[in-house]
Structures are given as C-alpha cells and as structure tokens.
C-alpha cells in the first residue's frame, strides 16, 4: 500500500494561467476528496467523488474550478485563469466506501504570482 | 453549519511535561471526530476516530476522548517529535465532507 501520491508537489504560476493537479488514491479506495487549505487553517471540503460520481460539491468551488475521475481511480483538479487567492496546497484524499477515515496526500503547493 | 474551535492556537512545552489540546464541536448529528498530525508542509496523518461520548482511543504517548460536545487530545510525556499541528475535524451524518479547524501548533522543547 503506498500510500495516496499526488502530481506535481509544487507548482509555480502566473495569474491568469490554467493549472492542472492529478491525484492517485491508495489502492481500491472507492472514494476521494479535494481540499484546499491556506497557510494557518485547516483543511476545507471542496468535493467529494464515489467512484466516477461527483457527489458533493462546496461553494468554495468557483466556475473556474472542475475536478474530475473518469475511470474511478485517479482524479484531476483543474483551476483556469488563475487568481493570487488560489495560492494555497491542495490536498486529496481518499477512503473506503463504508469506512470514515479519509487517508490525506502529501497535497500540491500552488502559487500564483 | 458545522464549526470546529480548537485551543490554544500554540502549546510550548517542556520535553516530559505532559497537557490536553482541546476541540469544540457542533455539527447536526455526529456522525465522526478525527484527530489528524500536521507537519510542515506536508498532507495530515490520521491518528484517531471517534464515534461517541466515552469513546476513548490510544496511540503510544496520544490518548483522545470525546464528550457530546468536546474531544481532548491528552499527550503524556511529550517527546520533541511530536512537535506538529494537530489537527480536530468532524463529520455529520449523511455527508462525506469533514469540517477541520485551525489547529493545534504544538513545540516540544528538549
């Protein structure tokens, strides 16, 4: 089991550019989450997939924002026209249909210059 | 709406001195309460979850209890590597999402 892995681990860009994040989650783990967290706070919810469904969204989750798992493995996170207040690390997740404990990666620190 | 209030923001102690982070809870039906670890830059490590008042769980020098309305992250003769940010998050029952608060930054001095 290694683990949930995510691509790149840092990602420097100039406003108004499109960004692209891929996450792998831990093996036959039905479930994944999008977080994003700012330097300070915690983690918060941005969405949520069982298998390729997108069940739950934020509103922290602008029109500039989509996420997607087309086959119900690996997901993506794409920002377009990037904003200085989309710099933070985003964080995936995943876990078990059935089981709470959502199992966190080593997250993506973007910065918009 | 959820909200999850954790203190104090920063604990300095002395390596051996042990003490409680405390989180404070409301959410529309408990379905959850996890203690994660954050270092520097890097994704939380889930430690603990709990389901219901009483439930107590330990983990080496961790122990964390929940109440209906509190959970508490006691830490027993802290070590300089448990220096990091605990983190206390809730889910509600019928929803995946988890609510985290700030955060715990604690030091462990040699």
């Known amino acids: 089991d290694t683990g949930v892995s995510q691509d790149p681990r840092h990602k420097i860009t100039k406003r108004g550019q499109n960004v692209t994040f891929r996450c792998d989650p831990i093996s036959e783990h039905n479930r994944l989450y999008w977080y994003r967290q700012t330097l300070g706070q915690g983690p918060e919810f941005l969405t949520y997939?069982?298998?390729?469904?997108?069940?739950?969204k934020s509103r922290l989750l602008s029109d500039r924002f989509s996420a997607e798992r087309p086959k119900g493995s690996f997901s993506t996170l794409e920002i377009q026209r990037t904003e200085q207040g989309d710099s933070a690390m985003y964080l995936c997740a995943s876990s078990y249909i059935g089981a709470d404990t959502q199992y966190f990666g080593p997250g993506t620190r973007l910065t918009v210059l | 709406e959820d909200q999850v209030t954790q203190s104090p923001e920063a604990l300095r102690l002395q390596e051996g001195e042990s003490s409680s982070l405390n989180c404070s809870y409301t959410?529309?039906?408990?379905?959850?309460l996890f203690w994660y670890r954050q270092d520097p830059g890097k994704g939380p490590e889930f430690l603990f979850t709990?389901?219901?008042a009483g439930e107590e769980k330990e983990k080496e020098r961790l122990k964390a209890t929940l109440t209906k309305k509190e959970s508490f992250l006691h830490i027993t003769a802290p070590k300089p590597e448990d220096s990091a940010t605990y983190l206390c998050?809730?889910?509600?029952?019928?929803?995946?999402?988890?609510?985290f608060g700030i955060g715990t930054k604690l030091q462990v001095i040699p």
């Open positions: 998050a809730v889910q509600a029952e019928g929803y995946q999402k988890v609510t």
């Open positions: 997939f069982q298998n390729e469904a997108q069940l739950e």
């Open positions: 709990l389901y219901s």
């Open positions: 959410v529309s039906g408990l379905r959850g």
